[in-house]
């Protein structure tokens, strides 16, 4: 049976940037806050036409074009995002659609940040139950500005829109995903959250004047989340496939917030390790954040064949999914494009 492995990437960044100034004001801080707080000076915005859909189906297209696959060729079509375009039908319906992937499966994944990771680790075992010969589109996507209170300081600042995605298909022997794993803590689930909107509290003139259909943080929460657990999750997926730390070149996590990165990376133990970030340039992109980075990275000619490459999310639920993968595909130098096709 085959391996699975990642085949190519691609990314989709939409064209208006929104710098610090622009979200300084409502938010009551300044724009060095922002920079001293986060790491992010700018972000990207969807256009008022574009849904989730729009942008997960142009990462799907690049990613397909690079690894020369024909959507036809796709057996499954899995859209990791909280921001989905419906409560339903399931996004990836509509991106099987756009993309032209005919019969595909194609379901979405909520598992908020932490959402591509998970997506991932279920689309290989689909292909690797099916017998390994077949192809997956796996995307992440979110477009938070849409659920944004832009007085709110712990959210208005964070989030940027986007879309990554990945190909997955048979890859040579050595090669491919190589271990996983995911946790959630359900009893923390209240530290991020869009309270109204769902079967719980239907959305209602009422919930609309308090704001509850808007993202909602416990950025203290949260942070204490990452701290605790993602260390042991890391150690843990490491110890568990035999890898000594020294051996990850590349580690890829959700780029939640640059500050808080630079926090943590110390004690995950990768020192020799290349951390990739574009947190400054796009914001926390949700579910997206992880593929868009890794994008950049390999198109940049940072990731080679043999590499090792640690991806990690972590966000609402709480959940956290950490994987390891053999890079097997060519290195590549290729600029990342956005939307109008400029080179980022």
Same mark, same amino acid.
């Given at each position: 049976?085959?391996?699975?492995?990642?085949?190519?990437?691609?990314?989709?960044?939409?064209?208006?940037?929104?710098?610090?100034?622009?979200?300084?004001?409502?938010?009551?801080?300044?724009? %060095?806050?922002?920079?001293?707080?986060?790491?992010?000076?700018?972000?990207?915005?969807?256009?008022?036409?574009?849904?989730?859909?729009?942008?997960?189906? *142009?990462?799907?297209?690049?990613?397909?074009? /690079?690894?020369?696959?024909?959507?036809? /060729?796709?057996?499954?079509?899995?859209?990791?995002?909280?921001?989905?375009?419906?409560?339903?039908?399931? #996004?990836?319906?509509?991106?099987?659609?756009?993309?032209?992937?005919?019969?595909?499966?194609?379901?979405?994944?909520?598992?908020?940040?932490?959402?591509?990771? @998970?997506?991932?680790? $279920? #689309?290989?075992?689909?292909?690797?139950?099916?017998?390994?010969?077949?192809?997956?589109?796996?995307?992440? =996507?979110?477009? @938070?500005?849409?659920?944004?209170? @832009?007085? %709110?300081?712990?959210?208005?600042?964070?989030?940027?829109?986007?879309?990554?995605?990945?190909?997955?298909?048979?890859?040579? +022997?050595?090669?491919?995903?190589?271990?996983?794993?995911?946790? +959630?803590?359900?009893?923390?689930?209240?530290?991020?959250? =869009?309270?109204?909107?769902?079967?719980?509290?239907?959305?209602?003139?009422?919930?609309?004047?308090?704001?509850?259909?808007?993202?909602?943080? %416990?950025?203290?929460?949260?942070?204490?989340?990452?701290?605790?657990?993602?260390?042991?999750?890391?150690?843990?997926?490491?110890?568990?496939?035999? $890898?000594?730390?020294?051996? $990850?070149?590349?580690?890829?996590?959700? /780029?939640?917030?640059?500050?808080?990165?630079?926090?943590? $990376?110390?004690?995950?133990?990768?020192? #020799?390790?290349? #951390?990739?970030?574009?947190?400054?340039?796009?914001?926390?992109?949700?579910?997206?954040?992880?593929?868009?980075?890794?994008?950049?990275? @390999?198109?940049?000619? *940072?990731?080679?064949?043999?590499?090792?490459?640690?991806?990690?999310?972590?966000?609402?639920?709480?959940?956290?999914?950490?994987?390891?993968?053999?890079?097997? +595909?060519?290195?590549?130098?290729?600029?990342?494009?956005?939307?109008?096709?400029?080179?980022?």
């Amino acid at each position: 049976m085959a391996q699975i492995g990642i085949l190519s990437t691609g990314s989709y960044l939409p064209d208006r940037v929104v710098g610090n100034d622009e979200i300084a004001g409502p938010a009551g801080v300044s724009a %060095d806050w922002i920079v001293r707080k986060t790491g992010i000076v700018e972000r990207r915005r969807a256009a008022a036409h574009e849904a989730s859909s729009d942008l997960a189906a *142009a990462a799907a297209r690049r990613a397909l074009d /690079q690894a020369g696959l024909s959507p036809e /060729q796709l057996d499954y079509v899995v859209v990791a995002t909280s921001t989905p375009d419906h409560p339903q039908p399931a #996004t990836a319906s509509i991106v099987q659609h756009l993309i032209g992937a005919e019969g595909a499966g194609a379901f979405d994944m909520n598992a908020v940040c932490s959402g591509f990771v @998970y997506a991932l680790m $279920v #689309t290989e075992r689909l292909l690797r139950g099916d017998g390994g010969g077949g192809y997956g589109v796996v995307v992440g =996507v979110d477009i @938070y500005s849409r659920i944004l209170d @832009y007085s %709110d300081r712990r959210t208005a600042i964070l989030f940027g829109d986007g879309a990554g995605a990945v190909v997955l298909g048979p890859s040579p +022997s050595g090669g491919g995903l190589a271990d996983a794993l995911m946790m +959630s803590r359900g009893d923390m689930h209240g530290l991020i959250r =869009v309270p109204a909107g769902g079967s719980r509290m239907p959305a209602t003139e009422h919930t609309l004047e308090e704001g509850q259909h808007f993202f909602k943080m %416990d950025g203290r929460g949260v942070r204490e989340f990452v701290h605790d657990t993602l260390p042991a999750t890391v150690a843990q997926l490491l110890r568990r496939g035999g $890898v000594p730390p020294e051996e $990850v070149r590349h580690f890829v996590p959700h /780029q939640a917030n640059g500050a808080m990165l630079a926090d943590i $990376v110390p004690s995950l133990g990768l020192t #020799t390790a290349h #951390t990739h970030l574009t947190v400054e340039r796009y914001g926390n992109t949700g579910a997206a954040s992880i593929p868009i980075t890794l994008d950049a990275a @390999y198109r940049r000619g *940072a990731i080679g064949p043999g590499d090792l490459v640690l991806l990690a999310g972590f966000g609402g639920g709480m959940a956290l999914g950490a994987s390891l993968v053999r890079w097997t +595909s060519p290195r590549l130098t290729v600029p990342v494009q956005t939307a109008a096709g400029a080179a980022v």
